[in-house]
């Protein structure tokens, strides 16, 4: 049976993102023999897509609560199921859906892969590469931050195993 990774990550929310996530970071890890847990794909779009179309109302407020509270679960059951974690660290600063994503997996005790490829500063200090806390719970999961996406195959058997 493979491996099962989770992809965290802020890709599914822009097309360039969907581009970059599902036709260069996923065939590498699925390459790498793996098979992925995507929270963009754990939730049906048909689930949501129709209640964001809807105007404004408290009618769509709650049901956006509703379907919110089920996106945030379908995730932390794929989290609890993965054997370890590949997350995204590019942006000005790291995605906070990818953050809490971070230290619930490193709370699980699942290593944890960081790949940021943006040549942005993004840290506290010149001591670290992301925001310190989340570069510590990538570290102290057993994992690594890495900078270019031609090493991530062979970090995620290192790694994963």
């Known amino acids: 049976m493979n491996k ?9 929310f ?22 992925v847990l995507d929270p963009w794909k754990l939730t049906p779009e048909n689930s ?10 408290p009618e769509k407020t709650a049901k956006l609560n509703k379907i919110n509270f ?3 679960e379908n995730n932390a059951k ?4 993965c054997d370890g974690v590949v997350a ?19 709370a699980l ?10 040549i942005r500063l993004s840290s506290d200090n010149t001591g670290s590469i992301v925001n310190l806390q989340v570069e510590y719970f990538i570290i102290a999961s ?8 031609a090493n991530l195959g062979d970090e995620i058997k290192k790694l994963f195993g």
């Open 48 to 57: 949501f897509n129709p209640i964001l179309s809807m105007p404004e109302s």
């Open 109 to 118: 005790q699942k290593p944890i892969l960081g790949y940021r490829g943006d």
């Open 78 to 81: 794929a989290i609890r199921l």
């Open 14 to 35: 822009s097309e360039a993102g969907k581009y970059f996530m599902y036709q260069k970071l996923i065939p590498i890890i699925e390459e790498a023999g793996y098979e």
């Open 4 to 12: 099962k990774i989770y992809v965290a990550s802020p890709f599914g």
């Open 142 to 149: 057993g994992g690594k931050i890495i900078t270019s996406i």
């Open 88 to 106: 995204i660290l590019d942006g000005a600063d790291v995605d906070s859906g990818t953050a809490g994503e971070i230290g619930f997996a490193s």
């Open 70 to 72: 089920t996106i945030g």
